[in-house]
């Protein structure tokens, strides 16, 4: 049977020019539901499995925080007393980490930002991109945004999110955007090339949809009962 697709509003927050803006994380949960696709993490273990991809995002960014002298020490999160295996939850930590440090060496990763804060005012739009760096990438030293992604598969929802990350003022000078997507159980990882300058006009349909729903919020807000 199909899981059942979760049905999240987007998140809206007020800029500090004023202005009212989506989360392209939260905005995605829409584009889910709308293109039809799974939740990155379903079933009857979805707490579980989501609590290791957050897990495995913060080891990572702390490790390449660390490696350039951003931080003082990599922090690891500690076991939460809901999942069911201490064992399982260290491995899949020490895999993401060896794992994120490997692409890091092999691609020359050098960090610009990490989960920066950007905003687009003409899409409406707040981004809190995992990675942005430059990188060696096919023979050429260029600038990217990378998100990360510890899911069991990639979708269409993925790659959009990164488009709209590149579209952010702070990242419009990236050459290409990447999906790291890494295997939480064994660590084995890939990069996916997302292209930031085709299909533009499924950031703008994105775009459309957050304005959609900030322009209710602010004039016809849902009644309380």
Same mark, same amino acid.
């Given at each position: 049977m199909k899981p059942r697709i979760e049905k999240r509003a987007p998140r809206c927050t007020i800029g500090a020019d004023g202005r009212h803006y989506v989360s392209?994380? +939260?905005?995605?949960?829409?584009? !889910?539901?709308?293109?039809? $696709? $799974?939740?990155d993490y379903f079933g009857p273990q979805a707490a579980i499995h989501a609590a290791e991809g957050t897990a495995c995002h913060a080891v990572c960014l702390d490790?390449?925080?660390?490696?350039f002298g951003w931080l003082p020490e990599i922090t690891v999160p500690?076991?939460?007393?809901?999942?069911?295996?201490?064992?399982?939850?260290y491995d899949v930590l020490t895999a993401a980490r060896d794992g994120f440090a $490997?692409? /890091? #060496?092999?691609?020359?990763?050098?960090?610009?930002?990490i989960e920066q804060e950007s905003y687009s005012v003409a899409l409406g739009l707040v981004g809190h991109l995992d990675l942005f760096c430059k990188l060696k990438y096919k023979g050429r030293r260029v600038k990217a /945004?990378? #998100?990360?992604?510890? /899911?069991?598969?990639?979708t269409e929802s993925h790659r959009l999110q990164v488009r709209c990350y590149g579209r952010l003022e702070g990242f419009r000078d990236a050459t290409i955007g990447l999906?790291? *997507?890494a295997n939480r159980t064994t660590g084995v990882w890939?990069?996916?090339?997302?292209?930031?300058?085709?299909?533009?006009? #499924?950031?703008?349909? /994105? +775009?459309?949809?957050? !304005?959609?729903?900030?322009?209710?919020?602010? *004039? *016809?807000?849902?009644? !309380?009962?």
């Open positions: 392209v994380t +939260s905005a995605m949960g829409l584009v !889910k539901m709308l293109l039809g $696709e $799974e939740p490790t390449i925080a660390f490696m500690p076991w939460p007393a809901e999942h069911p295996a201490k064992g399982r939850w $490997e692409f /890091v #060496d092999q691609y020359k990763v050098e960090p610009l930002a /945004v990378v #998100d990360l992604k510890f /899911v069991a598969g990639l999906l790291y *997507h890939k990069v996916e090339e997302v292209n930031l300058n085709e299909r533009l006009e #499924d950031v703008l349909a /994105v +775009s459309h949809a957050a !304005k959609l729903y900030t322009w209710q919020q602010t *004039h *016809h807000p849902p009644q !309380k009962e």
